[in-house]
Structures are given as C-alpha cells and as structure tokens.
C-alpha cells in the first residue's frame, strides 16, 4: 500500500523482488500459533460464545413441541409462535439479503469481523488448538512431539487429541441435525443405534468435516476454500478500519539493546510476538493481506510487549490506512457507501417485520379450468369449473365462507355455506359457477373470490380469478 | 528433435524431444488432483462392471453381482403402487358406482385414477376434459342424450350407443326441412305443425325434448348433437340424411363403441361413470 507518488517510481524489478520475499504457506506447515491474554482475545471468547445457541438452542420447548425446529418433512418451519410455511419462503428472501448486506456493511466498517470473531471455521480451529494447547502444551512442545519418534507417550497425547477433535465433531453433527427434528428424540435415536440413513450420512458428512476442517485444514480453509476471505478483501476501502502496523513509528526496526531502543529506531523491537501468536501465519507488519482474519490477536500480543519496554500501546491497532498515513477521515453517517448498505438494510429489516406480523392463517389459490374454458348448458347458461385450493395455516380447525363478487345473477355448484378446513392442510373444491348469458357482456368478466373466517381467526384471502364466455 | 547428447538442455528432465531451438517436452508428474480423478474413473468402471449387467460373452452376458434389470425395477415400481393401490381397488370392487362417489376418499380416488382412464379410451373423441368436438357430444354440460345419471353414465359406457335416425330427404320437401329447421333453432319446434304432421313427436316426444331411453335429441334446448358454424344447414342436413340410416351415404355417424365385455373392466367403467358424472353436467 504506497502514496500515489511513491507508486509511479516503482519499478517492475521492484515489483517482483517482493514477490520473491513473499512467503505463503501452502499448507506444508502447521500453525501453532502462541496463546496470549488481552482485550482482543476476551473479545473472542464472548463472541465464540454465540455459537452456545447452535449447541443449545435445539433443547428449548414451545408448548409441547421444539421451541425452533426446521421440519421439513412436513414443509413447516417453527420459530418460537410462528410457523412458517412454503408460501412464505419469500420471508428466506429477505432474511438472505439481510444478512448479506449485513455482511458488506461491517466489512466496510471494520473488515472481516465475522472471519475474527463469529465464523464457525475460525472458532472451531481455535477450539481444536486450544485443546492442542492443553494436552501437548505450548508451541514450542508441539513442535518438538511432532518431531519426535513415536512412543507410547506420543500415540497416548495424540490419540486422546483426535478422540476428542472427532467427539466434537459427531456433537457439532447432532447439534446440526437436532435443528431438523426433535431434539430429545434424535438423543434417543442415537443412544438405541436407531438412526436412519439419512441422519448417519449427515451425521458422518459433519464429523468428518469438522475433523479435518478445523483439526487439519485450519487456515488454508480461509486462504483457498473460502469465497467470503476474497470477497470481503475487495469490499474494504481507505476508511475501513482493519489491524494496522503503524509503520512510521514503528519503523526502521531494531532488536532492544541494553534494555533500551536505540536512538534512531523506530518502536518495533522485531520481536516476532505478533507472528508467533497469528492464528494463520501471517506478519502484519508486511500491511494487509489476504491471510489477515482480523482477530486482533497481534495487538494483544504487541501491546503486552509495549507495555514491558515502556512504550505507548497500539503499535498495531485497529486503524484505517487514512488514518495511518494522516489522512481526514469521514464520519461514518458521510460514507455514501453506509448509507447504501443501512438503507437496504433497513429494507430487508422493514420488509421481515411486515412479513413475520402478517403471516395470516389462509391462503387461496384458485385453478380455472381450461379444457373447456366455459360449458353452455341447455338453456343456454354459461358454466365455469373453478379448482379451489384453501390453505389453513393454522394449528386448528378454522370453519370459513367463501363468496363470489363480480358477477351477477349466477348460481353456484359445489359450494357449501361453510366450509371445514383441517389445520395446517390444504384443502381441494371443485365449484361450478353459473350465469346467464344475458349478465355476460364481455368474454371474460373478473370474478373476486373472498374466503373468510370467522371463528378461530379473523381472517380473509382473496383471490382475483376470470369467468369466461362466448366471444360476443 | 535432437538426440541425447545433443540435448541443450541437460538436467532438467526433459524428453529430449526440442523444437524451434528451445520448446521442449518435460517429464513432469501429472498434478495429483488429475491423478486423483483418473484412478478414480477407472475404479468406478470396474466397480459398476462388477455391480450391475456388463461384459458380453457368447450366447449371454455377466448378470452383475446385484441382478439388476431395468424391467426388474420397473416391475418392483409398478409392486409398490399396486401396493398403495390394492386396499382401494379391492374396497370399490365389490361397490356400487354410487356407493362409491357419496365415499370422499374412495370417490377422490375414484376420479384420480379415472384421469388415465378418461385420457387413453374417452378423450379422443370426447376432448380431453370432455369438451366434445364436431360430432361428439361434451361431457360437461347438462345435456344428456341417454340420461345423466350415474347409473345412465355407466350403462352407456358398458354396452356404447348407436344413434338413429332415419333420413328425411325422400319424405319432405325442402320448404318443409326449411321450415323445420328455422323452428328448432329458433327453440319453438315443438308449436311447428310439421313436427307433429310428419311424425317427428314419435321420437323426439310431444315437447320435442328428446327421450333418454331411446336417445333421441332434445330440440328445444341451445345443445346441438352435431355443432357447426352454420348451426342452421347443420340441422337440414341432419333432418335430410337422417342419423346412421344405411340407406343414406351420406347419413350422419353417431356411435359410440362399446366399453364393456373384457375391454375395460367393471371397476374402471364405475370409475369412469363417476369422473364424467362429476365433470360438470351429472344428474
């Protein structure tokens, strides 16, 4: 990242002699990262925390059935009071869009805060290492059992590592599927060994995946699988406030001697903490790049080493490249691009809200039949065959009228002045529609169907459907 | 293309095969996920070889470990809906068409399976949701030649019918036929002295409205047997060359075959009766 200035002065040698000093690891190394106290880390321990809701949430009731369960099977999702069916899939719509400019706006805020703090790839790693950490020790030690030949020792730490890694698997599995079907139920299935097909592929598919993602991918995942590391990278811009090495004050940097920084160098002592405690290998100080979750683990690590040598904290902080080359920056209500974000944003919110409070209790579809589209009768009548399909969204049985509007003088076949509709099916009627010729002045007059219910519910649906005729 | 010794570029593991000086062919490994994918294939060749029909031999071919057939999927496919269906077909066997429709289920299931029905043996004249075409009645309306009863709906479609009616062109003039046919478009046939002179009322009844026993038309309603543009020279030429009358050559054919008697069995006519009952126009 250079001044405009500086750019054009850079030659094409220039260019390539950094991408020789360019290291990338390719998965030939293992990342055992250092683990240090600090703020950042506090921070991601209670962010991490937000995934105790994917473990737990399944275990939550609602009356008599799981307070959040995605039944689909029976094409029915509950949501705590709400159920919510096929027909409301538009509402996925919303919610899908919602998170999506969510996802742009924090990443044009603060950058990829999601990859640092919440991703389920990075939480899970740090989980897998952190049990890696407990059981083999520090980096240090990892490195050197890794190394050394295997004992009975070696194969006792290890194979206890992996037991656990793949029993975190197969619960993160069962978590996954408790969503899908009763949770205490599935608990039972798996304890008699009575799972289906279906739950043991899933079952499998997550454990096995889990394993290998968060116990041996790590992250490469985030280098070279993850579409949204990429994506995310070219949403940031010059306010975008990401871990930054300052690097005018920390620059040219030199080892500490006699305890002291010597006179001339910057406030980097190159002590390589802030490489030594990166999750994905990086060195921060080289600006940003792709491999950089913004987890804020460096500062951690370089503000406890300021501390010690005496020097003011935030040597790398969370800062913009505006503001690190001194630059004003704009408040975040003047970034036409936060607006953009907060208005769709808004939109997808409004539009939930809307959706989540009229969901309704019916739903009517009519069918007008085509082959005939109308039937003269023998005295000289004009019938219409309509296929009427009533859905009863609710959980009771809802007793509804249907009427006509649009027409007059017809009679009706087929049509009961109260209807019974089963809760949560649909219901199928025939009704043949009358009128004679005389009322008919066009070939196709508009015919208002309104069912409404009275009972359970005050509720009507409405559906606007044709009564067709004779070309006149 | 050079030989080895002379290979200007030694070392490198190179085929030795050099062109233009410098574009030559190197031995490199293929990249594993090509490996990957290639062993892959092959194996699934031999694995599917293994499972399923394949390698011809003389007078037969290996059956594959599992047998599988394509007819053998087909017939266990048709088992399973058998299966499904089996408990209705036996209930409705032993039913009467009108026991069966006043049943919800059974009547829904009657008219499901009927679509099929209706689709391969009725449609090709009759329309494909009983609309009629010139020279063959609806379905859907109200009008019934024969009656529009269930039980009516069932006999006709058991024994079929054969219209008939003699050609008048020797008995009547055509200010007569005339005449005649202004009066049954108009509806007013019925007031039309020729109608009873010339004996018409003996089949289609004093208020010309037809008989369903004998199946003679209903003249006074807005239903035509035979629909044409020009509805008026229809019904002359109706009244003139008369109704499957083997005298006539150029008589009108109205015959509907016979469905009964092993073509389709009693259970698929009483399902039939009930779908075209319920069409629109049963009585």
Known sequence: MLDKAAKSEVTLEQIYDESGSWHVNTGGETIHAKRMKGRFRKIKWMTMSVWLVFFLGPYLRWGDRQAVLFDIPARKFHIFGATIMPQDVWLLALVLLFFAISLAAVTSIAGRVFCGYFCFQTIWTDIFTWIEEKLEGNPAKRRKLDKAPWDFRKIRIKASKHLIWILIGMLTGISFMAWFTDAYQLWGNIFSLNLNGLEIAVLLAFTLGTYILAGFMREQTCFWLCPYARIQGVMYDSDTILPTYDVARGEPRGKLKKGQIDEGKGDCIDCNQCVAVCPTGVDIRQGQQEGCITCGLCLDACDSVMDKIGRPRGLIRYASLDEIQGKEQPPIYKRPRILIYAGIISFAAFGLIYGLSHLGSLDLKIIHARQPLYVQQSNGDIQNKYQLKILNKSDQDMTVSITLDGLKKYKTQGLKDRVLLPAGKLSSFTVFVRAPRSVLDKERTPLKFTVHSFEVYDDTAEYESMFYGPRT | ?283
């Open chain 2, 1 to 283: 293309m050079s030989d080895d010794d002379k290979n200007k570029f030694p070392g490198e593991n190179n085929t030795g095969h050099i062109w233009d000086d410098n574009l030559r062919e190197l031995l490199n490994e293929p990249p594993t996920w090509w490996k990957i994918g290639f062993h892959m294939s092959w194996i699934l060749v031999v694995v599917y070889t293994i499972i399923y029909p394949s390698w011809p031999g003389l007078t037969t071919h290996f059956k594959g470990v599992t047998g599988w057939t394509a007819m053998k999927e087909l017939k266990e496919d048709e088992a399973a809906l058998d299966k499904i269906r089996g408990p209705y077909e036996a209930k409705i066997k032993n039913m009467t068409a009108a026991e069966i429709m006043a049943d919800p289920e059974l009547s829904e299931y009657a008219v499901r399976s009927a679509k099929v029905l209706f689709g391969d043996n009725c449609a090709a004249c009759h329309g494909s949701g009983g609309q009629g075409n010139p020279g063959f009645p609806a379905l859907v309306d109200d009008d019934w030649l024969y009656g529009g009863t269930l039980a009516d709906i069932q006999t006709t479609i058991t024994g079929g019918r054969k219209g008939m009616m003699p050609a008048h062109a020797a008995m009547l003039s055509d200010a007569e036929v005339d005449k005649l046919a202004n009066a049954i478009v108009s509806g007013k046939v019925a007031s039309e002295p020729l109608f009873t002179e010339k004996g018409c009322i003996g089949c289609h009844g004093a208020d010309a409205k037809g008989q369903t026993f004998m199946g003679s038309a209903n003249l006074t309603d807005s239903i035509y047997r035979f629909t044409a543009k020009d509805q008026l020279a229809s019904v002359k030429y109706t009244i003139k060359h008369g109704v499957n009358d083997a005298s006539d050559p150029k008589t009108r054919n109205a015959e509907m075959p016979t469905f009964g008697g092993g073509k389709l069995s009693d259970t698929d006519i009483k399902k039939l009766a009930i779908y075209v009952h319920k069409l629109g126009g049963g009585q």
